[in-house]
């Protein structure tokens, strides 16, 4: 990791910058995708899972039988974890219900908001080395709380063409009975314009490749809106000498394990401790099964020594970091000053890992300092909002010469008559 | 406006159709004037402002003079008018603030979420025919309640190389400072770049005609992100005989006279309707200052004859009004029934135009068919939504061993050490 003592104002706009990642290039492979997709339906989808995971599949659609089978495959102790941590996030989850906000503005003027869930939504679970059971609760849970009416899953297929045990599992956990044993941009594809197999939906969730990242932005061209863009997971440490150095260490690595392009950054206002976490960070490094991985992010990883709290917390909101754990005596003061983080972690015994899992919040976070406009993925996004409002005959007397006056100003007669209209019947007392 | 009466299924489809236009054809151009206020900033704003706008300005920044006596210039009717609404729509999104939301999922599991404002916001008002201070007020007023610190606003300049004194007023009032006179696509792009002058965002608000919706998509490249993606507004009525036809006339053109690519439905359970609501459309239509563009708008424009609700809310939430407007006896049946709309008018005193101004609601709502997964503009527009989490040692024993197990299945051993780090010094004692 690199180090740096108290860096100077200049220098710090580069500590900030992420590695940019231009995902241009990949355009025009997404957009033929899209475009056989659009043409052909389920042929195209069939011919690129051939093409792309290597596997020839007769049907997409995950059959009761497996769904309700599932289980036996799995052990009895990660279906007992399992069934904990949908608990917790859905407990959390559900506590974000917000009752309908009704205000009488003027008298006789009633005005109210409330939410309805999106009818339609596509879950995408990535493949690769691990079936990320753990992205389908984040993904599944407010889903289903918030009352989506349709939720389809996409998935890649393994080697064997089907969806892994643990994952149809927990999706039959959280009642998902539409499931497709397709992955990459053509599950993107055909969620966002439907094929005769696999439903159109209105919004799409999930994390993903780079291929998967391109085809959900290409997919918003076709009216449908995403979850947030996406971009290598990150991890921002902020502690001083009360904190454990090996269990910072811990939680820096756990990051680094994820890609070699995860972000980890050490933030201290206690010199000393840059020396004990080096220490300890190479010390666990090398027990580690993914320490490749880890190696290649911890190169790129930096250690940043602030003398005072203001510059540390400066950084850190300018940085807008996705997980953020302080471990400071001091704790009060970094997290009533945190503006800008995707999911805050607080003291010494609040590892990032239990939130990726088990605690009860989303892990579907902005990276790439979207924290600093994007919320994760709560149970907001899976509701919108629509405002309502009745006016009486008394509430439109009160109100109506307001509308017409602007709308005379920004000259939209029209707009200005549908009260004047109202106004004329009520005076002749009809 | 074309008649359709009691269409079939498979008709709808074509019903349910926006005019899809596309606006690849103008990345080009917005690219172009992205690279150039990328690599010139102010003088390539300067240049296109000239090029475009037929005004050359030496300064772009409106003076705090030009602020304060906007007022002198305004008529103090219409200054009353815009304070009474800013003071609805002020009461309406103030309404619309939450509590923190807290949890213990567990024992010695403490979750929460808290809202942060955006921090740095930009808002942008279209010029053309008139000064759009409404929509000013729908942007500033919740961005002022939300709490962001920076709010800029972009306006493109009238012929005196102005911005119009309503709006300088309506900025002032609602305590806006950073008003910058520049217009279109370099609006977008230097909000979205930032130049020495004005200030780069966070997230872009407000209307535009295409070149500026095609922008706005554009800035999402660069980390920026928006309101949502526009399109032509739209309005569809439902009424039954219980509904004055003059009142539906008078609303249907308001919506007609917004431009002549203007969305206008007429939905009814009473064939009568029909020709009386088409009657006193012809009556008022010619009375209209912008008759021409209403004119074209209606051509286009739709009357559909259900012969029951069932099928006629089928079809509402198969279009996803932008505005629905709903004057039916049996009110509360389509009132519970929607599940797609921006902004919902009950009765017959519930004009569009008493959202678009004054009632207290925003008018920057979902067009085609967007509100199946977007709000309209609202408080939460201008937040985040962030997470915490604090675990105790109790609480990290009760949890520990599901997130080890989890971590481990998903082939995650870093993310399991972290907790095992932290439960091996427990046991031990420290």
């Given at each position: 990791?690199q180090?740096?003592?108290?860096?100077?104002?200049m220098?710090?706009?580069?500590?900030?910058?992420r590695?940019?990642?231009s995902?241009e290039?990949l355009?025009?492979v997404?957009?033929n995708v899209?475009?056989?997709?659009?043409s052909?339906?389920?042929?195209?989808?069939?011919?690129?899972?051939?093409?792309?995971d290597?596997?020839?599949?007769?049907?997409?659609?995950?059959?009761?039988?497996?769904l309700?089978?599932?289980?036996e495959?799995v052990?009895?102790?990660?279906?007992t974890?399992?069934q904990?941590?949908?608990?917790n996030?859905?407990?959390?989850?559900k506590?974000q219900?917000?009752?309908?906000?009704?205000?009488e503005?003027?008298?006789?003027v009633s005005c109210w908001q409330?939410?309805?869930?999106?009818?339609?939504?596509?879950l995408?679970?990535?493949?690769?080395s691990?079936?990320?059971f753990?992205t389908?609760l984040?993904?599944?849970v407010?889903a289903?709380?918030?009352?989506c009416?349709?939720?389809?899953?996409?998935?890649?297929?393994?080697?064997?063409?089907?969806?892994?045990?643990?994952?149809?599992?927990?999706?039959?956990?959280c009642?998902?009975?539409h499931l497709y044993?397709v992955?990459g941009?053509?599950?993107i594809?055909?969620?966002?314009?439907?094929t005769?197999?696999?439903?159109?939906?209105?919004k799409i969730?999930?994390?993903?490749?780079?291929?998967?990242?391109?085809?959900k932005?290409?997919a918003?061209r076709?009216?449908v809106?995403i979850?947030?863009?996406a971009g290598?997971?990150?991890?921002?440490?902020?502690?001083?000498?009360?904190?454990?150095?090996?269990?910072v260490?811990?939680d820096?690595?756990s990051?680094a394990?994820?890609?070699?392009?995860?972000?980890?950054?050490?933030v201290?206002?206690?010199?000393?401790?840059i020396?004990?976490?080096?220490?300890?960070?190479?010390?666990q490094l090398?027990?580690?099964?993914?320490?490749a991985?880890a190696?290649?992010?911890?190169?790129n990883?930096k250690?940043?020594?602030?003398?005072?709290d203001?510059?540390?917390?400066?950084?850190?909101?300018?940085?807008g970091?996705?997980?953020y754990?302080?471990?400071?005596?001091?704790?009060s003061?970094?997290?009533n000053?945190?503006?800008?983080?995707?999911s805050?972690f607080?003291?010494?015994?609040?590892?990032e890992?239990a939130g990726?899992?088990a605690?009860?919040t989303?892990?579907?976070?902005?990276t790439?300092g979207?924290?600093?406009?994007?919320?994760?993925v709560?149970?907001?996004?899976?509701?919108?909002a629509i405002?309502?409002?009745k006016i009486?005959?008394k509430?439109?007397?009160?109100?109506?010469n307001t509308i017409?006056?602007?709308a005379?100003?920004?000259?939209?007669?029209?707009?200005k008559?549908?009260v004047?209209?109202r106004?004329k019947?009520?005076?002749?007392?009809s």
């Amino acid at each position: 990791m690199q180090e740096y003592i108290n860096p100077p104002l200049m220098e710090l706009e580069s500590l900030l910058a992420r590695p940019t990642a231009s995902y241009e290039a990949l355009e025009p492979v997404v957009e033929n995708v899209f475009e056989a997709v659009k043409s052909r339906g389920d042929s195209a989808v069939r011919e690129f899972t051939t093409q792309f995971d290597q596997v020839t599949l007769s049907d997409f659609q995950v059959t009761k039988e497996a769904l309700d089978k599932a289980g036996e495959e799995v052990s009895e102790d990660l279906k007992t974890a399992i069934q904990q941590a949908k608990s917790n996030i859905e407990r959390f989850h559900k506590a974000q219900q917000t009752e309908s906000v009704y205000v009488e503005t003027m008298e006789g003027v009633s005005c109210w908001q409330e939410k309805r869930p999106i009818e339609k939504v596509g879950l995408y679970i990535p493949g690769g080395s691990a079936p990320l059971f753990s992205t389908l609760l984040m993904l599944a849970v407010p889903a289903k709380i918030a009352g989506c009416k349709e939720i389809v899953l996409c998935t890649p297929p393994n080697k064997k063409g089907e969806i892994p045990a643990v994952i149809r599992y927990t999706a039959a956990l959280c009642g998902l009975t539409h499931l497709y044993i397709v992955g990459g941009v053509q599950a993107i594809a055909a969620m966002t314009l439907g094929t005769a197999t696999i439903p159109q939906v209105y919004k799409i969730f999930g994390p993903g490749n780079q291929y998967v990242t391109v085809a959900k932005q290409w997919a918003t061209r076709y009216s449908v809106s995403i979850d947030m863009p996406a971009g290598p997971s990150e991890l921002l440490v902020v502690a001083d000498g009360s904190a454990d150095p090996d269990f910072v260490a811990s939680d820096l690595l756990s990051q680094a394990e994820h890609g070699p392009d995860s972000q980890v950054i050490f933030v201290t206002t206690a010199s000393e401790m840059i020396a004990k976490v080096t220490s300890s960070v190479q010390e666990q490094l090398i027990q580690l099964p993914r320490k490749a991985i880890a190696k290649k992010a911890l190169a790129n990883s930096k250690m940043i020594y602030f003398t005072n709290d203001d510059e540390a917390i400066r950084f850190i909101n300018a940085y807008g970091p996705e997980h953020y754990i302080i471990c400071m005596k001091n704790e009060s003061l970094y997290v009533n000053s945190i503006q800008n983080a995707g999911s805050v972690f607080i003291g010494n015994y609040t590892p990032e890992s239990a939130g990726d899992y088990a605690s009860g919040t989303n892990h579907t976070l902005p990276t790439n300092g979207y924290s600093k406009q994007y919320s994760g993925v709560n149970l907001d996004s899976f509701l919108k909002a629509i405002s309502f409002q009745k006016i009486t005959k008394k509430g439109i007397q009160s109100l109506g010469n307001t509308i017409e006056l602007m709308a005379e100003a920004e000259g939209l007669e029209a707009h200005k008559n549908a009260v004047s209209i109202r106004l004329k019947k009520l005076s002749n007392g009809s």
